[in-house]
T-cell receptor, first 113, second 110 residues
Framework: DAMVIQNPRYQVTQFGKPVTLSCSQT?????MYWYQQKSSQAPKLLFH???????NEADTPDNFQSRRPNTSFCFLDIRSPGLGDAAMYLC????????????FGDGTRLSIL | EDQVTQSPEALRLQEGESSSLNCSYT??????LFWYRQDPGKGPEFLFT???AGEEKEKERLKATLTKKESFLHITAPKPEDSATYLC???????????FGKGTTLSVSS
């Protein structure tokens, strides 16, 4: 089945220690998104790639960066995680921009010690 | 500012007891309204897209409707396996982010 796969499912890191989360997709979709979802809150978009074009949301902290080396993979890098960055990170894809449903992976739950 | 409000926050039903979840929205030019189901520890699973007022979509025991200000997710004769958090999201004319509500957590007991 075509799908969106996130690794790892659970990640524990230390305060200030860089961490990378991974997302891969077999849907061959053009757009990949990263959302942050804190406990009992709505998912919030951090950034997205349309092919190789990167688009950052205005209020995404500088601490968060992303890479998309090819169509199938996208990475979320957190340079210096703080306690407030503990959350579920969701990767999503869509075929193109605009009124297309986004298909989500099962997320990576990040804990900060 | 684009905004989505879902009510109630939590809903407990007996198996077979039909009900509706509400999603009220304000958005600068609606491109689409999306319903998702999210199980604990999992990512949102796509259910429906609605594009214009008056539109309805159905899937098994679920039916979604849309007006110019709100959407309803009607659940007919729910079963325990329908227990989940139901998320509503809108997309505006910029067509990028899904703007989510906080969700309604549905519990169906047998």
């Amino acid at each position: 089945d075509a799908m969106v796969i996130q690794n790892p499912r659970y990640q524990v890191t230390q305060f200030g220690k860089p961490v990378t989360l991974s997302c891969s997709q077999t849907l061959n979709h053009n757009v990949m998104y990263w959302y942050q979802q804190k406990s009992s809150q709505a998912p919030k978009l951090l950034f997205h790639y349309y092919d190789k074009d990167f688009n950052n949301e205005a209020d995404t902290p500088d601490n968060f960066q992303s890479r998309r080396p090819n169509t199938s993979f996208c990475f979320l890098d957190i340079r210096s995680p703080g306690l407030g960055d503990a959350a579920m990170y969701l990767c999503a894809t869509s075929y193109r921009m605009g009124n297309q449903p986004q298909h989500f992976g099962d997320g990576t739950r990040l804990s900060i010690l | 500012e684009d905004q989505v409000t879902q009510s109630p926050e939590a809903l407990r039903l007996q198996e077979g007891e039909s009900s509706s979840l509400n999603c009220s929205y304000t958005v600068s030019g609606l491109r689409g309204l999306f319903w998702y189901r999210q199980d604990p520890g999992k990512g949102p699973e796509f259910l429906f897209t609605l594009y214009s007022a008056g539109e309805e979509k159905e899937k098994e025991r679920l039916k979604a409707t849309l007006t110019k200000k709100e959407s309803f997710l009607h659940i007919t004769a729910p079963k325990p396996e329908d227990s989940a958090t139901y998320l509503c999201a809108v997309q505006n004319q910029a067509g990028t982010a899904l703007i989510f509500g906080k969700g309604t957590t549905l519990s169906v007991s047998s």
